[in-house]
């Protein structure tokens, strides 16, 4: 027997729409049979997982927090993704977009800085993030250097760089030797949206990004051009698109968006700069930007699914002892969940029973 | 023993399994695939061979489990790339993070354990010379492992008929197909035989580097064993080269920073990261007349029936 992929005359649309419905049900089945490896209860551990966090609203409101920064830097990955360019530093992009806010949160720090600060941070957060995505850009553009391989080494680097802020010239004096810096001052803070609770206006800001981007693709030459360059680099030179140049503006929106996502985290729901301010956001959103299938609404429907991945997984650790692992466990099959059906909307699988002779070339 | 002589030896050691990883995913992209999952691999090789060596107290059985654990995860995106014909830096980004979680599910349970490191090689009176004794006669077997590795790939690639059919399946695969080559076949051997070798690669940081696991121990030595590829221009012989120049960018940094230079530890260490950087970009510039890479690498291949 033998599995064969035949193309299919043109993209399926249908399957476009349920393969990750797909993927999702797979995931769930595989997932069941590792809590039954680890000695949990599947249904009951599927119940603390995904039911449980959608019927109390301090997890709902947690939810979109969560939901919030995946949101925001699958949407900017998925740009480049659609352009065939591979931005995976977005967890270096987040972080260094939070220590160029924090400076000017740490610098107006005790001073009488007006409400102005707040949205002077967030500029520094997109504008941080976006200089260091154009790092690997520019890399590839001049040198032709891995754009893989340049935008995740300066992940670590810019995980050493916040580690050594917040442990020496940044750190609290009055922080016990912890490594923070002091709270953020209330103008320095993005507010909440609700008296007492947890929703900020970070929220606010991604479905704006999110309807920008709707907009930017279905509605614009750029948007069209970085489709193009992304599905046909040569059509899209002979249509005289400069595909340096989108990769140049892709990455920098895509880095743009995760220092903002980066800055909102720290000035909004973790209050002061610190590391490990970031549970891995930045490859989770790549796991977003596929299970959304590189469209705006599907990453924000997808980003509101992971999230909820990472608020069960919490909960599950809590309620029945399951290693917070899990959780990447689950976000990477799910991925490779994703990925596999994705091929039904290009091909078509066929099984060959062989008849006589077993033809070759196929494993 | 003199410091110099110390410094050599952890140079070396350091560099091993950025050279097993890297020879193994050299093999994998001369077949035409990129798995960018080399990091994944490597870190649930370091669990499933301390924690094989734990149970067992053997570091050869702790070798051949991270062997297996690396093989077993290059199947997973053998299936996904070529057999489903999925984009391959998808994929092998997918590796890296269930990679990941899986190395911190296996590992939960040796945190904190110890083993006794691999022994290293003691031949009386070799081994004894002052200065190059130790260094060229007292390596774990690791070490002497990951030299006849890159040598037996060298004379694979070069020297044996296979090798030269896996290199013309990627270089181009219409035309290895076309001439009734596997390829399919082909690649999914290629890309085993990575994942065997970053599985062994990960196991020798637990088994040799430091006896005991810690989550996250790779510390992106399997993305760097990535760049090492690119660096060597696809050549076994320059990865050697290659992987001892980054061994001694690690460990200089760690000399220099217990020598208290006044410059913070955070900068050290980004060092490794920072060099890899620029040696990706120093290299791809000198390639002004074309790329060194395999025609085909990450490419997809169906083949028509």
Redesign the interface.
Known sequence: MQLVLEKRAERSNTIALVSPLIAIGLTIVTMSILFAILGKNPISALGVYFIDPLTDSYSLQEIAVKATPLVMIAIGLSLCYLANVWNIGAEGQFLVGAVAGSWLAVKTQGTDAGPWVMPAMLLLGAAGGALYALIPALCKVRFGASEILVSLMLVYVADLFLDYLVRGPWRDPAGFNFPTTAEFDPVATVPVLIEGGRLHLGAVITLLVVAAATVLLGRTIKGFEIRVVGAAPRAARFGGFNSNQLILLTFAISGALAGLAGIIEVAGPVGHLQPGISPGYGFTAIIVAFLGRLNPIGILIAGLFLALTFIGGEQAQIAMKIPLDVTKVFQGILLFYVLACDSLILYRFRLIFPSRKVSRGAA | MGLLEAIILSVLAASTPLLIAATGELVTERAGVLN?GVEGMMIVGAACGFGGAWLTGSTIIGALCGIVAGTLLSL?F?M?T??????Q???G???T?????????IG?GFVGEKITPAPHLYIPGLTDIPLVGRILFGEDAFVYFSLALVIGVWLFLYRTRTGLVLRAVGDNHVSA?AL?Y????I??FAVMFGGACAGLAGAYLPLAYTPFFI?GMT??RG?IA??LV?FSSWRPARLVVGAYLFGAVTILQLHAQGAGLGI?S??M??LP??A??IV??L???A?TGG?TAPAALGTVF??D?
């Open positions: 960018l997973i053998a996904m070529l057999g489903l014909a999925v984009n830096v998808a994929t980004l997918a590796l993070i269930l990679g990941i979680g899986l190395s911190g599910l939960a197909h009734g596997p390829v399919l076949r690649r999914m989550p510390a992106g993305w990535l760049a690119v913070p955070q900068f260490s980004a990261y920072l890899t950087v990706l970009v290299i791809s510039r390639r790329s169906v083949p029936r």
